[in-house]
């Protein structure tokens, strides 16, 4: 049971390249969550999901877009990359059932130069 | 007022000492609410949930004070492994519309 993991870790982009970030969860959970962190700043959604096949705009979704095509994996897709967009990456899964909890992946780094 | 109200601190306490942070939020329709710990670099882990009025694990304690809407995270015999940033998390929604909203987090040194 490896919980929640991110791929990759690490990530330097020129401006304007393009990348998708992988989420995948073995728990079966339902909501899944994409984050960003920029220093001094609490984490902020970017997009989430209720489930597979669905997904939803958060709090900060301009310039990325998401997919859950299957009901493990929840990707993050930047079409061309920012500057603005450096920082650091966190899924999460949360199973829905009777619980609040939200488990996290280690998060990805990404550097847009 | 923000959604999620925390004092970035750091807070710097010795080992041993007992040390408190609130945090306010403006959504009085939310049901529940948690503390989660961050070490540097790496992701947030649920340290505590509150549905009601508080709760207690160990040397934690998380309260709940719905008429002044905010919660409070207290740490007793503070040890140098509890130094870490701690955030709040006060949903909004349920179901399908359940939104999670984190504070920027609050710092704590624990030093010898």
């Known amino acids: 049971n490896a919980g929640v993991t991110q791929t990759p870790k690490f990530r330097v982009l020129k401006t304007g390249q393009s990348m998708t970030l992988l989420c995948a969860q073995d728990?079966?959970?339902?909501?899944m969550y994409w984050y960003r962190q920029d220093p001094g700043m609490g984490l902020r959604l970017i997009h989430y999901?209720?489930?597979?096949?669905?997904?939803a705009k958060g709090e900060v979704p301009d310039g990325y877009n998401v997919s859950r095509l299957k009901k493990q994996n929840f990707l993050l897709g930047l079409e061309s990359a920012a500057p603005s967009q450096t920082s650091v990456y966190f899924c999460?899964?949360?199973?829905?059932?009777?619980?609040?909890?939200?488990?996290f992946g280690p998060g990805t780094r990404l550097t847009v130069l | 007022r923000k959604e999620v109200e925390q004092d970035p601190g750091p807070f710097n306490v010795p080992e041993g000492a007992t040390v408190a942070f609130n945090c306010t939020y403006s959504?009085?329709?939310?049901?529940?609410f948690f503390w989660y710990r961050q070490d540097c670099r790496k992701e947030p882990k649920l340290l505590m949930s509150v549905y009601s009025s508080g709760n207690e694990d160990g040397r934690f304690t998380a309260q709940l004070n719905r008429a002044s809407q905010y919660i409070s995270l207290l740490i007793r015999d503070s040890k140098l492994s509890d130094s870490a940033t701690y955030l709040c998390v006060v949903p909004r929604g349920s179901g399908g519309s359940y939104i999670p909203t984190f504070g920027r987090g609050t710092s704590l040194i624990v030093h010898p």
């Open positions: 999901s209720v489930g597979e096949g669905t997904t």
């Open positions: 959504n009085s329709a939310s049901q529940s």
């Open positions: 999460a899964s949360r199973t829905g059932l009777g619980s609040d909890t939200q488990y």
């Open positions: 728990m079966n959970h339902e909501y």
